[in-house]
Protein backbone atom coordinates (compact mmCIF):
# COMPACT_ATOMS: atom_id res chain seq x y z
CA UNK A 1 0.00 0.00 0.00
CA UNK A 2 1.34 3.57 -0.86
CA UNK A 3 1.56 6.38 1.73
CA UNK A 4 -0.72 9.08 1.60
CA UNK A 5 0.46 12.34 0.11
CA UNK A 6 -2.84 14.51 0.66
CA UNK A 7 -4.82 13.89 3.82
CA UNK A 8 -7.63 16.48 4.90
CA UNK A 9 -8.76 16.56 8.53
CA UNK A 10 -12.66 18.53 8.82
CA UNK A 11 -11.45 20.58 5.62
CA UNK A 12 -13.83 23.72 5.29
CA UNK A 13 -13.83 27.29 4.07
CA UNK A 14 -16.25 29.81 4.77
CA UNK A 15 -16.30 33.07 3.06
CA UNK A 16 -18.32 36.10 4.56
CA UNK A 17 -20.20 36.83 7.66
CA UNK A 18 -23.69 36.05 9.00
CA UNK A 19 -26.39 35.99 7.11
CA UNK A 20 -23.92 36.49 4.11
CA UNK A 21 -21.79 33.19 4.30
CA UNK A 22 -21.13 31.31 2.01
CA UNK A 23 -19.92 27.51 2.86
CA UNK A 24 -18.04 26.56 -0.34
CA UNK A 25 -16.37 23.85 1.66
CA UNK A 26 -18.06 21.80 4.33
CA UNK A 27 -15.77 19.35 6.78
CA UNK A 28 -13.97 17.40 4.18
CA UNK A 29 -11.79 14.31 5.06
CA UNK A 30 -10.64 13.05 2.50
CA UNK A 31 -7.42 11.12 1.73
CA UNK A 32 -4.60 10.66 -1.39
CA UNK A 33 -2.24 8.39 -2.25
CA UNK A 34 1.04 8.15 -3.52
CA UNK A 35 -0.14 7.35 -7.46
CA UNK A 36 -3.33 8.55 -7.20
CA UNK A 37 -5.63 9.74 -10.67
CA UNK A 38 -8.16 11.27 -9.29
CA UNK A 39 -10.53 13.26 -11.12
CA UNK A 40 -12.51 15.92 -8.99
CA UNK A 41 -16.07 16.88 -10.56
CA UNK A 42 -19.13 19.29 -9.89
CA UNK A 43 -21.15 22.07 -11.13
CA UNK A 44 -19.51 25.72 -11.22
CA UNK A 45 -19.99 26.97 -8.08
CA UNK A 46 -19.74 23.56 -6.29
CA UNK A 47 -16.34 23.93 -4.07
CA UNK A 48 -13.90 22.61 -6.97
CA UNK A 49 -11.97 25.47 -7.16
CA UNK A 50 -12.29 26.17 -3.25
CA UNK A 51 -10.47 22.44 -2.79
CA UNK A 52 -8.16 22.63 -4.89
CA UNK A 53 -6.64 26.05 -3.95
CA UNK A 54 -6.70 24.57 -0.54
CA UNK A 55 -4.72 21.49 -1.40
CA UNK A 56 -2.32 23.39 -3.64
CA UNK A 57 -1.78 25.60 -0.37
CA UNK A 58 -2.99 28.93 -2.14
CA UNK A 59 -5.22 29.06 0.28
CA UNK A 60 -5.55 28.73 4.23
CA UNK A 61 -9.14 27.07 5.46
CA UNK A 62 -11.33 28.60 7.57
CA UNK A 63 -10.86 25.62 9.94
CA UNK A 64 -9.56 21.45 9.40
CA UNK A 65 -6.35 20.94 8.75
CA UNK A 66 -4.16 19.46 5.02
CA UNK A 67 -1.98 16.93 5.59
CA UNK A 68 1.08 16.91 2.79
CA UNK A 69 3.82 14.39 3.13
CA UNK A 70 2.79 14.44 6.50
CA UNK A 71 3.38 17.83 7.44
CA UNK A 72 0.49 20.02 8.14
CA UNK A 73 0.22 23.28 6.20
CA UNK A 74 -2.37 25.09 7.83
CA UNK A 75 0.29 26.67 10.42
CA UNK A 76 3.40 27.40 8.10
CA UNK A 77 4.36 30.93 7.19
CA UNK A 78 4.11 32.68 3.97
CA UNK A 79 7.82 31.75 3.06
CA UNK A 80 7.03 28.01 3.72
CA UNK A 81 3.97 27.51 2.06
CA UNK A 82 5.81 29.10 -0.49
CA UNK A 83 8.84 26.12 -0.56
CA UNK A 84 6.13 23.43 -0.46
CA UNK A 85 4.33 25.10 -3.33
CA UNK A 86 7.67 24.53 -5.19
CA UNK A 87 8.92 21.60 -4.07
CA UNK A 88 5.65 19.55 -3.62
CA UNK A 89 2.92 20.60 -5.99
CA UNK A 90 3.17 21.10 -9.55
CA UNK A 91 0.13 23.35 -10.86
CA UNK A 92 -1.62 23.08 -14.38
CA UNK A 93 -4.06 26.23 -14.96
CA UNK A 94 -7.16 26.13 -17.35
CA UNK A 95 -5.69 29.56 -18.50
CA UNK A 96 -2.26 28.24 -18.87
CA UNK A 97 -0.97 31.38 -16.76
CA UNK A 98 2.51 31.55 -18.05
CA UNK A 99 4.83 34.51 -17.86
CA UNK A 100 4.55 36.43 -21.12
CA UNK A 101 7.72 37.87 -21.20
CA UNK A 102 8.97 34.33 -21.06
CA UNK A 103 10.16 31.95 -23.38
CA UNK A 104 9.02 28.27 -23.21
CA UNK A 105 12.56 27.14 -21.56
CA UNK A 106 12.39 30.59 -19.63
CA UNK A 107 9.18 29.66 -18.68
CA UNK A 108 9.66 26.41 -17.02
CA UNK A 109 12.74 26.91 -15.98
CA UNK A 110 11.24 29.85 -13.72
CA UNK A 111 10.55 27.20 -10.70
CA UNK A 112 13.66 25.76 -10.08
CA UNK A 113 14.90 29.36 -10.69
CA UNK A 114 12.81 30.10 -7.48
CA UNK A 115 14.50 26.74 -5.55
CA UNK A 116 17.77 27.89 -6.33
CA UNK A 117 18.41 25.20 -8.85
CA UNK A 118 21.49 26.42 -10.75
CA UNK A 119 21.32 27.64 -14.63
CA UNK A 120 22.75 24.95 -16.73
CA UNK A 121 20.90 21.95 -14.80
CA UNK A 122 17.71 24.14 -15.42
CA UNK A 123 18.55 24.70 -19.14
CA UNK A 124 18.93 20.90 -19.19
CA UNK A 125 15.63 19.74 -17.62
CA UNK A 126 13.29 22.51 -19.30
CA UNK A 127 14.35 20.69 -22.79
CA UNK A 128 14.38 17.62 -21.61
CA UNK A 129 10.45 18.23 -19.78
CA UNK A 130 9.57 20.47 -23.19
CA UNK A 131 10.95 17.21 -25.62
CA UNK A 132 8.95 15.22 -23.16
CA UNK A 133 5.71 17.05 -23.94
CA UNK A 134 6.16 17.44 -27.89
CA UNK A 135 7.63 20.84 -27.75
CA UNK A 136 11.55 20.51 -28.92
CA UNK A 137 10.56 22.80 -32.06
CA UNK A 138 8.97 25.28 -29.49
CA UNK A 139 11.55 25.96 -26.46
CA UNK A 140 12.44 29.70 -27.58
CA UNK A 141 8.78 30.62 -28.54
CA UNK A 142 6.90 33.11 -26.08
CA UNK A 143 3.49 32.40 -24.88
CA UNK A 144 1.90 34.72 -27.72
CA UNK A 145 3.81 32.76 -30.41
CA UNK A 146 1.97 29.10 -29.44
CA UNK A 147 -1.28 27.84 -29.19
CA UNK A 148 -3.40 26.73 -26.66
CA UNK A 149 -2.66 23.11 -26.53
CA UNK A 150 1.36 24.31 -27.04
CA UNK A 151 0.95 26.37 -24.01
CA UNK A 152 -0.71 24.49 -22.13
CA UNK A 153 1.71 21.93 -22.49
CA UNK A 154 4.80 24.32 -21.51
CA UNK A 155 2.40 24.67 -18.49
CA UNK A 156 2.57 20.86 -17.99
CA UNK A 157 6.25 21.01 -18.41
CA UNK A 158 6.68 23.65 -16.15
CA UNK A 159 4.63 21.78 -13.54
CA UNK A 160 7.06 18.71 -13.40
CA UNK A 161 10.13 20.81 -13.49
CA UNK A 162 10.43 20.63 -9.43
CA UNK A 163 9.78 17.06 -9.24
CA UNK A 164 6.92 17.53 -7.12
CA UNK A 165 4.68 14.47 -5.45
CA UNK A 166 1.47 16.17 -6.49
CA UNK A 167 0.48 17.75 -10.21
CA UNK A 168 -2.75 19.90 -9.83
CA UNK A 169 -4.68 20.76 -12.82
CA UNK A 170 -7.58 22.93 -12.79
CA UNK A 171 -9.91 22.37 -15.87
CA UNK A 172 -6.41 21.53 -17.88
CA UNK A 173 -8.33 20.78 -21.29
CA UNK A 174 -10.90 23.72 -20.62
CA UNK A 175 -9.40 25.92 -23.26
CA UNK A 176 -8.40 23.72 -26.03
CA UNK A 177 -9.72 22.15 -28.62
CA UNK A 178 -10.57 18.23 -28.42
CA UNK A 179 -7.10 16.77 -30.42
CA UNK A 180 -5.43 19.29 -28.05
CA UNK A 181 -6.97 18.34 -25.20
CA UNK A 182 -6.52 14.52 -25.87
CA UNK A 183 -3.09 15.32 -26.58
CA UNK A 184 -3.06 17.43 -23.03
CA UNK A 185 -4.55 14.11 -21.27
CA UNK A 186 -2.28 11.50 -22.89
CA UNK A 187 0.83 13.45 -21.31
CA UNK A 188 -0.95 13.76 -18.18
CA UNK A 189 -1.57 10.10 -17.73
CA UNK A 190 1.60 9.08 -18.89
CA UNK A 191 3.41 10.93 -16.31
CA UNK A 192 1.11 9.42 -13.97
CA UNK A 193 2.21 5.88 -14.59
CA UNK A 194 5.66 6.54 -13.96
CA UNK A 195 4.09 7.12 -10.35
CA UNK A 196 3.21 10.64 -10.37
CA UNK A 197 -0.20 11.43 -8.29
CA UNK A 198 -2.64 13.54 -10.42
CA UNK A 199 -5.67 15.31 -9.06
CA UNK A 200 -7.70 17.06 -12.29
CA UNK A 201 -10.50 19.39 -11.84
CA UNK A 202 -13.11 19.20 -14.51
CA UNK A 203 -16.65 19.16 -15.60
CA UNK A 204 -16.51 17.54 -18.34
CA UNK A 205 -17.48 13.71 -18.08
CA UNK A 206 -14.91 11.78 -20.42
CA UNK A 207 -12.06 13.49 -18.91
CA UNK A 208 -13.57 12.26 -15.22
CA UNK A 209 -13.92 8.89 -16.52
CA UNK A 210 -10.48 8.55 -17.68
CA UNK A 211 -9.11 9.21 -13.88
CA UNK A 212 -8.56 5.81 -11.61
CA UNK A 213 -10.98 7.63 -8.72
CA UNK A 214 -14.23 10.55 -8.88
CA UNK A 215 -14.67 12.64 -6.29
CA UNK A 216 -17.89 14.77 -6.58
CA UNK A 217 -18.73 18.18 -4.93
CA UNK A 218 -21.90 19.45 -4.87
CA UNK A 219 -22.90 22.72 -2.62
CA UNK A 220 -19.25 22.01 -0.39
CA UNK A 221 -19.99 18.77 0.47
CA UNK A 222 -17.72 15.74 -1.06
CA UNK A 223 -18.41 12.13 -1.92
CA UNK A 224 -16.95 9.40 -3.16
CA UNK A 225 -18.39 8.34 -6.71
CA UNK A 226 -17.15 4.68 -7.56
CA UNK A 227 -15.87 4.69 -10.79
CA UNK B 1 21.48 33.12 -4.27
CA UNK B 2 23.55 34.93 -6.65
CA UNK B 3 21.95 32.77 -9.48
CA UNK B 4 18.61 33.70 -8.01
CA UNK B 5 19.32 37.81 -8.42
CA UNK B 6 20.51 36.63 -12.01
CA UNK B 7 17.10 35.80 -12.35
CA UNK B 8 14.77 38.82 -10.90
CA UNK B 9 17.38 40.81 -12.68
CA UNK B 10 15.96 39.07 -15.78
CA UNK B 11 12.61 39.20 -14.89
CA UNK B 12 12.92 43.06 -14.10
CA UNK B 13 14.72 44.00 -17.57
CA UNK B 14 11.95 41.93 -19.52
CA UNK B 15 9.51 43.64 -17.83
CA UNK B 16 10.77 47.06 -18.47
CA UNK B 17 11.37 46.35 -22.34
CA UNK B 18 8.09 45.12 -22.80
CA UNK B 19 6.88 48.52 -21.32
CA UNK B 20 9.39 50.31 -23.29
CA UNK B 21 7.50 53.68 -24.06
CA UNK B 22 6.26 53.98 -20.30
CA UNK B 23 9.73 52.85 -19.12
CA UNK B 24 11.66 55.33 -21.60
CA UNK B 25 9.15 58.34 -20.03
CA UNK B 26 9.69 56.97 -16.17
CA UNK B 27 13.55 57.11 -16.93
CA UNK B 28 13.92 60.35 -18.38
CA UNK B 29 12.05 62.42 -15.67
CA UNK B 30 14.94 60.93 -13.39
CA UNK B 31 17.34 61.55 -16.32
CA UNK B 32 16.20 65.48 -16.28
CA UNK B 33 16.65 65.49 -12.22
CA UNK B 34 20.08 64.01 -12.50
CA UNK B 35 20.89 66.12 -15.37
CA UNK B 36 20.31 69.50 -13.05
CA UNK B 37 22.03 68.39 -10.36
CA UNK B 38 24.72 67.40 -12.33
CA UNK B 39 25.23 70.71 -14.67
CA UNK B 40 24.35 72.62 -11.55
CA UNK B 41 27.80 70.79 -9.56
CA UNK B 42 29.49 70.95 -12.86
CA UNK B 43 29.15 74.85 -13.08
CA UNK B 44 29.42 75.70 -9.45
CA UNK B 45 32.90 74.47 -9.38
CA UNK B 46 33.47 75.67 -12.76
CA UNK B 47 32.76 79.01 -11.38
CA UNK B 48 35.40 78.10 -7.99
CA UNK B 49 38.26 77.34 -10.19
CA UNK B 50 37.60 80.73 -12.23
CA UNK B 51 37.51 82.53 -9.30
CA UNK B 52 40.08 81.17 -7.39
CA UNK B 53 42.76 80.94 -10.26
CA UNK B 54 42.01 84.89 -10.91
CA UNK B 55 42.08 85.86 -7.10
CA UNK B 56 44.43 83.27 -5.99
CA UNK B 57 48.37 85.24 -7.63
CA UNK B 58 47.27 87.70 -5.41
CA UNK B 59 47.60 85.55 -2.42
CA UNK B 60 50.06 87.76 -0.72
CA UNK B 61 48.72 90.71 -0.76
CA UNK B 62 46.47 92.64 1.79
CA UNK B 63 44.40 96.03 1.11
CA UNK B 64 44.47 98.32 4.39
CA UNK B 65 42.03 100.94 4.28
CA UNK B 66 40.11 103.46 6.44
CA UNK B 67 36.41 102.29 7.24
CA UNK B 68 34.77 98.57 7.04
CA UNK B 69 36.75 97.63 3.98
CA UNK B 70 36.10 95.10 1.65
CA UNK B 71 33.60 92.63 2.35
CA UNK B 72 31.18 90.48 0.61
CA UNK B 73 28.45 93.17 1.11
CA UNK B 74 29.93 96.03 -0.42
CA UNK B 75 31.21 94.01 -2.53
CA UNK B 76 30.68 95.60 -6.30
CA UNK B 77 30.17 99.02 -5.10
CA UNK B 78 32.70 101.38 -4.16
CA UNK B 79 34.76 99.72 -1.73
CA UNK B 80 36.43 102.95 -0.43
CA UNK B 81 33.57 103.03 2.08
CA UNK B 82 34.90 104.86 5.09
CA UNK B 83 34.70 108.75 6.11
CA UNK B 84 35.65 110.95 3.70
CA UNK B 85 37.84 113.29 5.89
CA UNK B 86 39.62 110.36 7.78
CA UNK B 87 43.13 109.23 5.90
CA UNK B 88 46.29 107.09 6.48
CA UNK B 89 49.19 108.61 8.10
CA UNK B 90 52.96 108.37 6.57
CA UNK B 91 53.07 106.64 10.18
CA UNK B 92 50.61 104.82 9.95
CA UNK B 93 52.72 103.79 6.41
CA UNK B 94 55.55 103.37 7.75
CA UNK B 95 54.72 101.52 10.88
CA UNK B 96 53.85 99.17 8.75
CA UNK B 97 56.73 98.92 6.36
CA UNK B 98 58.50 97.72 9.67
CA UNK B 99 55.98 95.05 10.71
CA UNK B 100 58.20 91.83 9.78
CA UNK B 101 57.52 89.93 6.51
CA UNK B 102 56.08 92.98 4.72
CA UNK B 103 57.73 92.80 1.20
CA UNK B 104 56.10 96.32 0.19
CA UNK B 105 53.35 98.67 1.29
CA UNK B 106 51.65 101.09 -1.92
CA UNK B 107 49.99 103.84 -0.24
CA UNK B 108 46.57 104.85 -2.66
CA UNK B 109 45.77 108.12 -2.41
CA UNK B 110 42.13 109.78 -3.19
CA UNK B 111 40.43 112.87 -2.86
CA UNK B 112 38.11 115.09 -5.20
CA UNK B 113 39.13 117.05 -8.45
CA UNK B 114 37.67 118.82 -11.34
CA UNK B 115 38.14 117.05 -14.66
CA UNK B 116 37.25 119.21 -17.73
CA UNK B 117 37.04 118.26 -21.12
CA UNK B 118 36.13 119.86 -23.87
CA UNK B 119 35.16 123.06 -22.05
CA UNK B 120 32.59 121.51 -20.01
CA UNK B 121 33.61 120.57 -16.58
CA UNK B 122 32.86 117.88 -14.06
CA UNK B 123 33.92 117.03 -10.11
CA UNK B 124 35.40 113.48 -10.18
CA UNK B 125 37.33 111.51 -6.98
CA UNK B 126 40.56 110.93 -7.78
CA UNK B 127 42.89 107.86 -7.16
CA UNK B 128 46.58 107.93 -7.31
CA UNK B 129 48.54 104.44 -6.78
CA UNK B 130 51.45 102.93 -8.07
CA UNK B 131 51.43 101.41 -11.02
CA UNK B 132 52.11 97.43 -10.02
CA UNK B 133 48.79 98.50 -7.52
CA UNK B 134 47.08 99.64 -10.66
CA UNK B 135 48.25 96.14 -12.01
CA UNK B 136 46.76 94.48 -9.12
CA UNK B 137 43.62 96.65 -8.27
CA UNK B 138 42.56 96.29 -12.34
CA UNK B 139 44.96 93.69 -13.75
CA UNK B 140 42.32 91.38 -14.33
CA UNK B 141 39.60 94.15 -15.40
CA UNK B 142 39.24 94.12 -19.36
CA UNK B 143 40.44 97.51 -20.59
CA UNK B 144 37.65 99.15 -23.54
CA UNK B 145 40.83 100.14 -25.35
CA UNK B 146 44.36 101.88 -24.24
CA UNK B 147 46.99 100.25 -21.80
CA UNK B 148 47.38 100.35 -17.55
CA UNK B 149 50.45 103.33 -17.04
CA UNK B 150 54.12 102.29 -16.76
CA UNK B 151 56.04 103.22 -13.83
CA UNK B 152 57.89 105.31 -16.00
CA UNK B 153 54.98 107.06 -17.80
CA UNK B 154 54.34 110.74 -16.87
CA UNK B 155 51.23 112.95 -16.79
CA UNK B 156 48.82 109.85 -17.93
CA UNK B 157 45.62 109.05 -16.39
CA UNK B 158 42.99 106.26 -16.91
CA UNK B 159 39.34 106.69 -16.60
CA UNK B 160 36.16 104.75 -16.32
CA UNK B 161 33.43 103.86 -18.85
CA UNK B 162 31.05 106.62 -17.59
CA UNK B 163 33.61 109.21 -17.25
CA UNK B 164 34.70 108.80 -20.83
CA UNK B 165 30.89 108.22 -22.39
CA UNK B 166 28.37 109.37 -19.77
CA UNK B 167 30.16 112.74 -18.59
CA UNK B 168 30.47 114.75 -21.33
CA UNK B 169 28.48 115.77 -24.38
CA UNK B 170 31.30 114.53 -26.47
CA UNK B 171 33.20 110.89 -26.21
CA UNK B 172 36.72 110.75 -24.53
CA UNK B 173 39.34 109.11 -26.32
CA UNK B 174 42.61 107.08 -25.83
CA UNK B 175 45.26 109.80 -26.28
CA UNK B 176 42.76 112.88 -25.43
CA UNK B 177 43.82 115.49 -23.34
CA UNK B 178 41.84 116.01 -20.70
CA UNK B 179 42.79 119.41 -17.47
CA UNK B 180 42.40 117.76 -14.13
CA UNK B 181 42.57 120.45 -11.54
CA UNK B 182 44.20 122.72 -14.15
CA UNK B 183 46.72 120.31 -14.67
CA UNK B 184 47.05 118.60 -18.86
CA UNK B 185 46.97 114.80 -18.55
CA UNK B 186 46.76 112.47 -21.30
CA UNK B 187 43.87 109.30 -21.57
CA UNK B 188 45.81 106.39 -21.68
CA UNK B 189 43.31 103.99 -21.13
CA UNK B 190 39.60 103.81 -20.67
CA UNK B 191 37.94 100.78 -18.17
CA UNK B 192 35.69 98.30 -19.65
CA UNK B 193 31.93 98.84 -18.14
CA UNK B 194 31.88 97.34 -14.94
CA UNK B 195 30.15 94.18 -15.07
CA UNK B 196 30.75 93.02 -11.39
CA UNK B 197 34.46 90.91 -12.48
CA UNK B 198 36.61 93.17 -10.51
CA UNK B 199 37.00 94.11 -6.45
CA UNK B 200 35.39 97.58 -7.00
CA UNK B 201 33.53 99.56 -9.69
CA UNK B 202 35.43 101.06 -12.06
CA UNK B 203 33.10 102.98 -14.07
CA UNK B 204 33.74 106.76 -12.58
CA UNK B 205 37.45 105.95 -11.41
CA UNK B 206 39.81 108.31 -12.67
CA UNK B 207 42.99 106.90 -12.02
CA UNK B 208 46.51 108.04 -12.08
CA UNK B 209 50.29 107.73 -11.12
CA UNK B 210 51.03 108.77 -7.39
CA UNK B 211 53.40 111.16 -8.50
CA UNK B 212 50.97 112.47 -10.51
CA UNK B 213 48.32 112.47 -7.92
CA UNK B 214 50.45 114.84 -5.55
CA UNK B 215 51.45 116.82 -8.39
CA UNK B 216 47.57 117.41 -9.30
CA UNK B 217 46.16 117.76 -6.14
CA UNK B 218 49.15 118.87 -3.76
CA UNK B 219 47.72 116.72 -0.85
CA UNK B 220 48.96 113.28 -0.30
CA UNK B 221 45.55 111.75 1.50
CA UNK B 222 45.52 107.68 2.06
CA UNK B 223 42.73 106.14 1.70
CA UNK B 224 44.01 102.52 1.02
CA UNK B 225 47.49 100.75 1.03
CA UNK B 226 48.49 97.78 -0.47
CA UNK B 227 50.89 95.46 1.32
CA UNK B 228 52.59 92.18 0.33
CA UNK B 229 54.54 89.80 2.46
CA UNK B 230 57.34 87.78 1.73
CA UNK B 231 55.05 83.92 3.21
CA UNK B 232 51.61 83.67 1.69
CA UNK B 233 51.17 81.49 4.75
CA UNK B 234 51.73 84.69 6.65
CA UNK B 235 49.49 87.01 5.12
CA UNK B 236 46.31 86.24 8.11
CA UNK B 237 48.71 86.98 10.95
CA UNK B 238 50.27 90.31 9.32
CA UNK B 239 46.71 91.43 8.30
CA UNK B 240 45.81 91.56 12.18
CA UNK B 241 48.81 93.24 13.24
CA UNK B 242 48.43 95.87 10.74
CA UNK B 243 45.03 96.72 11.84
CA UNK B 244 46.36 96.60 15.04
CA UNK B 245 49.14 99.15 14.86
CA UNK B 246 46.78 101.42 12.42
CA UNK B 247 43.94 101.28 15.01
CA UNK B 248 46.30 102.32 17.75
CA UNK B 249 48.14 104.86 16.05
CA UNK B 250 44.67 106.46 16.05
CA UNK B 251 43.23 105.63 19.03
CA UNK B 252 39.63 103.82 17.54
CA UNK B 253 39.38 100.05 17.55
CA UNK B 254 37.76 100.24 14.51
CA UNK B 255 39.53 103.08 12.51
CA UNK B 256 40.83 100.74 9.76
CA UNK B 257 40.31 97.12 8.49
CA UNK B 258 43.17 94.72 6.89
CA UNK B 259 41.62 92.65 4.65
CA UNK B 260 43.44 90.06 2.84
CA UNK B 261 42.35 88.80 -0.77
CA UNK B 262 42.38 85.24 0.46
CA UNK B 263 39.65 86.27 2.99
CA UNK B 264 37.73 87.92 0.01
CA UNK B 265 38.38 84.92 -2.14
CA UNK B 266 36.96 82.70 0.83
CA UNK B 267 33.53 84.98 1.03
CA UNK B 268 32.92 84.51 -2.66
CA UNK B 269 33.56 80.79 -2.80
CA UNK B 270 31.44 80.34 0.37
CA UNK B 271 28.08 82.39 -1.06
CA UNK B 272 28.97 80.25 -4.25
CA UNK B 273 28.69 77.47 -2.56
CA UNK B 274 25.00 78.69 -0.69
CA UNK B 275 24.20 79.25 -3.91
CA UNK B 276 25.15 76.28 -5.28
CA UNK B 277 23.52 74.20 -2.44
CA UNK B 278 20.42 76.17 -3.33
CA UNK B 279 20.12 75.52 -6.55
CA UNK B 280 21.03 72.12 -5.99
CA UNK B 281 17.88 71.75 -3.76
CA UNK B 282 15.78 73.34 -6.11
CA UNK B 283 16.90 70.81 -8.90
CA UNK B 284 16.22 68.04 -6.36
CA UNK B 285 12.59 68.75 -5.99
CA UNK B 286 13.03 67.49 -10.02
CA UNK B 287 14.05 64.11 -8.58
CA UNK B 288 11.51 63.82 -5.80
CA UNK B 289 9.15 64.51 -8.67
CA UNK B 290 10.96 61.37 -10.99
CA UNK B 291 10.36 59.29 -8.12
CA UNK B 292 6.69 60.16 -7.42
CA UNK B 293 6.67 59.11 -11.29
CA UNK B 294 8.67 55.58 -10.30
CA UNK B 295 6.18 54.52 -7.64
CA UNK B 296 3.45 55.63 -10.09
CA UNK B 297 4.78 53.54 -13.04
CA UNK B 298 5.63 50.42 -10.96
CA UNK B 299 2.36 50.65 -9.09
CA UNK B 300 0.45 50.11 -12.49
CA UNK B 301 2.80 47.89 -13.19
CA UNK B 302 2.29 45.76 -10.13
CA UNK B 303 -1.85 45.86 -10.83
CA UNK B 304 -1.43 44.78 -13.96
CA UNK B 305 0.49 42.15 -13.24
CA UNK B 306 -1.46 41.01 -10.32
CA UNK B 307 -1.91 37.76 -12.41
CA UNK B 308 1.50 37.24 -13.16
CA UNK B 309 2.55 37.61 -9.20
CA UNK B 310 0.04 35.36 -8.29
CA UNK B 311 1.95 32.73 -10.98
CA UNK B 312 4.88 33.21 -9.63
CA UNK B 313 4.00 32.67 -6.38
CA UNK B 314 1.93 29.60 -7.19
CA UNK B 315 4.83 28.01 -8.76
CA UNK B 316 7.14 29.15 -5.40
CA UNK B 317 7.95 32.58 -5.17
CA UNK B 318 8.54 33.91 -1.79
CA UNK B 319 7.51 37.15 -1.04
CA UNK B 320 11.27 38.30 -1.00
CA UNK B 321 11.56 36.41 -4.74
CA UNK B 322 8.57 39.11 -5.63
CA UNK B 323 10.24 42.32 -3.75
CA UNK B 324 13.46 41.86 -5.20
CA UNK B 325 12.06 41.72 -8.47
CA UNK B 326 10.15 44.93 -7.98
CA UNK B 327 12.98 46.79 -6.51
CA UNK B 328 15.31 45.90 -9.01
CA UNK B 329 13.09 46.95 -11.65
CA UNK B 330 12.79 50.30 -10.28
CA UNK B 331 16.34 50.43 -9.58
CA UNK B 332 17.21 49.93 -12.96
CA UNK B 333 14.38 52.38 -14.17
CA UNK B 334 16.17 55.23 -12.09
CA UNK B 335 20.34 54.02 -12.53
CA UNK B 336 19.59 53.71 -16.31
CA UNK B 337 17.87 57.44 -16.18
CA UNK B 338 21.12 58.74 -13.90
CA UNK B 339 23.35 57.08 -16.43
CA UNK B 340 21.36 58.87 -19.23
CA UNK B 341 21.03 62.26 -17.08
CA UNK B 342 24.63 62.35 -16.44
CA UNK B 343 25.47 62.51 -19.96
CA UNK B 344 22.70 65.06 -20.80
CA UNK B 345 24.35 67.13 -17.51
CA UNK B 346 28.41 66.72 -19.67
CA UNK B 347 26.57 68.60 -22.32
CA UNK B 348 23.91 70.48 -20.73
CA UNK B 349 26.40 72.35 -18.07
CA UNK B 350 28.58 73.04 -21.64
CA UNK B 351 25.36 74.43 -23.06
CA UNK B 352 24.27 76.42 -19.84
CA UNK B 353 27.78 78.07 -19.45
CA UNK B 354 27.92 79.33 -23.03
CA UNK B 355 24.54 80.88 -22.54
CA UNK B 356 25.93 82.58 -19.45
CA UNK B 357 29.47 82.82 -21.03
CA UNK B 358 27.43 85.17 -23.93
CA UNK B 359 25.24 87.66 -21.61
CA UNK B 360 28.79 87.84 -19.99
CA UNK B 361 27.59 87.07 -16.69
CA UNK B 362 31.88 86.46 -15.73
CA UNK B 363 32.69 89.88 -16.15
CA UNK B 364 34.84 89.19 -19.34
CA UNK B 365 36.06 85.91 -17.41
CA UNK B 366 35.81 82.50 -18.64
CA UNK B 367 35.08 79.24 -16.96
CA UNK B 368 34.63 76.02 -18.15
CA UNK B 369 32.01 73.62 -16.23
CA UNK B 370 34.09 70.69 -14.14
CA UNK B 371 32.35 67.06 -14.42
CA UNK B 372 33.82 65.68 -11.21
CA UNK B 373 33.99 61.62 -10.40
CA UNK B 374 32.91 62.55 -7.54
CA UNK B 375 29.55 64.32 -8.83
CA UNK B 376 29.58 61.55 -11.21
CA UNK B 377 29.49 58.70 -7.89
CA UNK B 378 26.99 61.11 -6.17
CA UNK B 379 24.58 60.99 -9.29
CA UNK B 380 25.04 57.38 -9.46
CA UNK B 381 24.01 57.08 -5.58
CA UNK B 382 21.35 59.55 -5.53
CA UNK B 383 19.92 57.74 -8.37
CA UNK B 384 20.18 54.31 -7.34
CA UNK B 385 18.81 55.20 -3.34
CA UNK B 386 15.94 57.10 -5.25
CA UNK B 387 15.20 53.82 -7.29
CA UNK B 388 15.13 51.76 -3.77
CA UNK B 389 13.29 54.18 -1.96
CA UNK B 390 10.65 54.92 -5.16
CA UNK B 391 10.17 51.20 -5.71
CA UNK B 392 9.63 49.89 -1.79
CA UNK B 393 5.87 50.38 -1.83
CA UNK B 394 4.93 49.24 -4.97
CA UNK B 395 7.33 45.97 -4.30
CA UNK B 396 5.85 45.44 -1.17
CA UNK B 397 2.24 45.84 -2.29
CA UNK B 398 3.21 43.16 -4.69
CA UNK B 399 4.35 41.02 -2.30
CA UNK B 400 1.40 41.04 -0.17
CA UNK B 401 -0.33 39.61 -3.36
CA UNK B 402 -2.29 36.71 -2.91
CA UNK B 403 -1.48 33.47 -5.16
CA UNK B 404 -5.08 32.71 -5.56
CA UNK B 405 -5.01 35.83 -7.91
CA UNK B 406 -3.18 33.41 -10.73
CA UNK B 407 -6.40 30.98 -10.34
CA UNK B 408 -9.44 33.19 -10.12
CA UNK B 409 -11.35 32.91 -13.25
CA UNK B 410 -12.54 35.99 -14.93
Known amino acids: ?227 | MKKMLRDHFNLSYKNIRERMSRSILTLLGIAVGIMAIVSLIAIGEGMNVAVSSELSTLSDTIIVQVGEGFSIFNFGQNGNSGLDDEYLTERDISDIERIPGVKDVSPQLSGAGILSFNGETVGVSLTGMDSDIMKVQYGFEDLDSGDLIDSGDQNKVLIGYDVAYDYFDANIAVDDMVIINGNKLQVHGIFAEFTGGGLTSSDDAVVMLTRDYKKVTGESNIKSATVTVYNVNEVDPIADEIEQVVNENHGDDDFASATTLSSILDSILSILGILQTVLIAIASIALIVASIGIMNTMLTSVMERTREIGIMKAIGATNKDIMLIFIIEGILLSVIGGIFGIFLGMFGSQGISSILLSFEMGGGGTFEPVISIVSIVLAISVSLLVGVLSSLYPAWRAAQMSPIEAVRYE
Open chain 1, 1 to 227: MSKDVIVTKDLSKTYGKGELQVHALRKTNISIKQGDYIAIIGPSGSGKSTLMNLLGCLDTPSTGKVLIDDTDVTVLSETKLAKIRREKIGFVFQKYNLIPTLNAIENVALGMGFAGVDTQTRQKRAKELLTMVGLSHRMKHKPSELSGGEQQRVAIARALANDPSIILADEPTGNVDTLSGNKIMNILEEINNKGETIIIVTHDPAIAKRAHRKLRILDGVVSEENA
